[in-house]
């Protein structure tokens, strides 16, 4: 079992920045794969980044590639997400997973733990 919580969310202006955390707890943080979801209201939940096992690999949405960044200490057990050049379509809950799956995994299926999720918020 891996418990993820995030935190990090909030309110901020189109153009500005947020980090988020993923704090995790339980099995062997450096054994997963780790990447960052976001949902909508009245949308489905779509990829936004992931991360290899050891940090070496990662892969971001078109959406969002070029302005966020995620990252990961496996020391600490925390996996991040640097968000910059924010703008209102950004707006959702955030979501950490992590996956068993060799690799970097950009479906959400193949991940095997969540975290509650953070809000984002940003207004024009």
């Known amino acids: 079992q891996v418990q993820l919580v995030e935190s990090g969310g909030g309110l901020v202006q189109a153009g500005g920045s947020l980090r988020l955390s993923c704090a995790a707890s339980?099995?062997?943080?450096?054994?997963?794969?780790m990447g960052w979801f976001r949902q909508a209201p009245g949308k489905e939940r779509e990829f936004v980044a992931a991360i290899r096992r050891g940090g070496a690999n990662t892969r971001y949405s078109d959406s969002v590639k070029g302005r966020f960044t995620i990252s990961r200490d496996n020391a600490k057990n925390t996996l991040y997400l640097q968000m910059n050049s924010l703008k209102p379509e950004d707006t959702a809950v955030y979501h950490c997973a992590a996956t068993s799956t060799i690799g970097v995994s950009t479906t959400s299926s193949k991940y095997d733990y969540w975290g509650q999720g953070t809000q984002v918020t940003v207004s024009s």
């Open positions: 339980g099995r062997t943080f450096g054994a997963y794969g």
